[in-house]
T-cell receptor, first 114, second 116 residues
Framework: GAGVSQSPRYKVAKRGQDVALRCDPISGHVSLFWYQQALGQGPEFLTYFQNEAQLDKSGLPSDRFFAERPEGSVSTLKIQRTQQEDSAVYLC????????????FGPGTRLTVT | SQQGEEDPQALSIQEGENATMNCSYKTSINNLQWYRQNSGRGLVHLILIRSNEREKHSGRLRVTLDTSKKSSSLLITASRAADTASYFCATDAGNAGGTSYGKLTFGQGTILTVHP
């Protein structure tokens, strides 16, 4: 079946621009996660949703980062006034309620801020 | 911030050889997972070991966990060129009450190259 999809796959933004990154999780998956992966590093947790509720946003690096999942399916990660240090791959993952420990990752969105 | 360290940072072997990667972490955990990442398929879950388990096998993969040393190892036997990828350990420490909901803390990864 279809896996987790993310769009766009690549995004170039000028410093100061706002960007919106989309994640389509696997249908029926309750849990959704966003991670940020800098070049040469492992992914770092940003935020977690259970259905439409954002239950953990402890990893969001600043108030310029905002995530939503209004209907409990598609999620959007928005970054306002992008900075060069925001350049990274943004990964989305989803998991079903019954096996919350196994996450299915999307291909990621590579964001480059110039 | 990263949970811990993986070593080696890079490993280069010949097809058919075994590859061993190690992971250390800092806090108590509910479970530890290993993931593989390559440009073709993104991050893929390989295996999970719970905090009360010491060893687990899945096909050519063998994972060990030593909670007293806060360390884990991943062994890939009879490696293949297709195993070339970055390998990450990830720990699930749960929330303040210890309940796991899937939040993962990843290591920095080991880059494995398997030469045909």
């Amino acid at each position: 079946g279809a896996g987790v999809s993310q769009s766009p796959r690549y995004k170039v933004a000028k410093r100061g621009q706002d960007v919106a990154l989309r994640c389509d999780p696997i249908s029926g998956h309750v849990s959704l996660f966003w991670y940020q992966q800098a070049l040469g590093q492992g992914p770092e947790f940003l935020t977690y949703f259970q259905n439409e509720a954002q239950l953990d946003k402890s990893g969001l690096p600043s108030d310029r980062f905002f995530a939503e999942r209004p209907e409990g399916s598609v999620s959007t990660l928005k970054i306002q006034r992008t900075q060069q240090e925001d350049s990274a791959v943004y990964l989305c993952a989803s998991s079903p309620r019954s096996r919350a420990y196994e996450q299915y990752f999307g291909p990621g969105t590579r964001l480059t801020v110039t | 911030s990263q949970q811990g360290e993986e070593d080696p940072q890079a490993l280069s072997i010949q097809e058919g050889e075994n590859a061993t990667m190690n992971c250390s972490y800092k806090t108590s955990i509910n479970n530890l997972q290993w993931y593989r990442q390559n440009s073709g398929r993104g991050l893929v879950h390989l295996i999970l070991i719970r905090s009360n388990e010491r060893e687990k096998h899945s096909g050519r993969l063998r994972v060990t966990l030593d909670t007293s040393k806060k360390s884990s190892s991943l062994l890939i036997t009879a490696s293949r060129a297709a195993d070339t990828a970055s390998y990450f350990c990830a720990t699930d420490a749960g929330n303040a009450g210890g309940t796991s909901y899937g939040k993962l803390t990843f290591g920095q990864g080991t880059i494995l190259t398997v030469h045909p």
